[in-house]
């Protein structure tokens, strides 16, 4: 009973007319993207013979590639395929945030 009664007494206190206001700085600490500056070798253009397609039919054609331009093609997929496979393991490396 004696509890009822203490409860009854403060209900009242905890409902004040005047709105508190606290005014103080808090921190939120929020996570912000750092770019990045890739190694200069990454950005060196590629310098790579681009192939000249042919008609299918001509007679020296592969893949409506002659010999010499099919290797041209060749290389140039190897080269990208290094440029990209250097490309993901700087990205993937560790210490990258």
Same mark, same amino acid.
């Given at each position: +009973?004696?509890?009822?009664?203490?409860?009854? +007494?403060? &209900? !009242?206190?905890?409902?004040? #007319?005047? !709105?508190?206001?606290?005014?103080?700085?808090?921190?939120?600490?929020?996570?912000?993207?750092? !770019? +990045? $500056?890739?190694?200069?070798?990454?950005?060196? %253009?590629?310098? /790579?013979?681009?192939?000249? &397609? #042919?008609?299918?039919?001509?007679?020296?054609?592969?893949?409506?590639? $002659?010999?010499?331009?099919? %290797?041209? *093609?060749? /290389?140039?997929?190897?080269?990208?395929?290094? /440029? *990209?496979?250097?490309? #993901?393991?700087?990205?993937?490396?560790?210490? $990258?945030?």
């Amino acid at each position: +009973m004696a509890a009822r009664i203490v409860l009854l +007494m403060l &209900f !009242p206190a905890g409902c004040g #007319t005047e !709105p508190v206001i606290v005014r103080e700085p808090v921190e939120v600490l929020v996570p912000v993207a750092v !770019p +990045m $500056t890739p190694p200069s070798e990454l950005l060196l %253009k590629l310098d /790579q013979a681009v192939p000249e &397609f #042919t008609a299918p039919d001509d007679p020296e054609a592969a893949v409506a590639l $002659t010999a010499p331009e099919a %290797k041209k *093609l060749l /290389q140039l997929l190897a080269a990208l395929k290094a /440029q *990209l496979d250097a490309w #993901t393991a700087w990205a993937t490396a560790e210490g $990258t945030p």
